[in-house]
């Protein structure tokens, strides 16, 4: 019902910054909440960061100050903004929408931070 594709992901060095993007199609119903995980080699799925419709966000407490969500709606899409990034952030970024109970996700885009 729901697709996202995600762009952006690339090599960045150490204190550089990245912004992701997500552009969702299908069935898109005007509530919802969107917003992005991730997962580094060897780990789990993580939050990085969630928006809802009205604009109500929620973040990994690690990454507030460092990292900004946000959306368009007219566009229905949701950027993350990624700034001061260290290697740590290293990991496959993978869009989340939810609507109407049920989770979508995209393929993923990888980011790395390396010099």
């Known amino acids: 019902q729901v697709q996202l594709v995600e762009s952006g992901g690339g090599l960045v060095q150490p204190g550089g910054s990245l912004r992701l993007s997500c552009a969702a199609s299908g069935s898109i119903f005007k509530l919802n909440v969107m917003g992005w995980y991730r997962q580094a080699p060897g780990k789990e799925r993580e939050l990085v960061a969630t928006?809802?419709?009205?604009?109500?966000?929620n973040y990994a407490d690690s990454l507030k100050g460092r990292f900004t969500i946000s959306r368009d709606n007219a566009k229905n899409t949701v950027s993350l903004q990624m700034n001061s990034l260290k290697p740590d952030d290293t990991a496959v970024y993978y869009c989340y929408r939810m609507q109407l109970g049920r989770e979508y996700w995209g393929q993923g885009t990888q980011v790395t931070v390396s010099s």
């Open positions: 928006i809802t419709n009205d604009g109500s966000t």
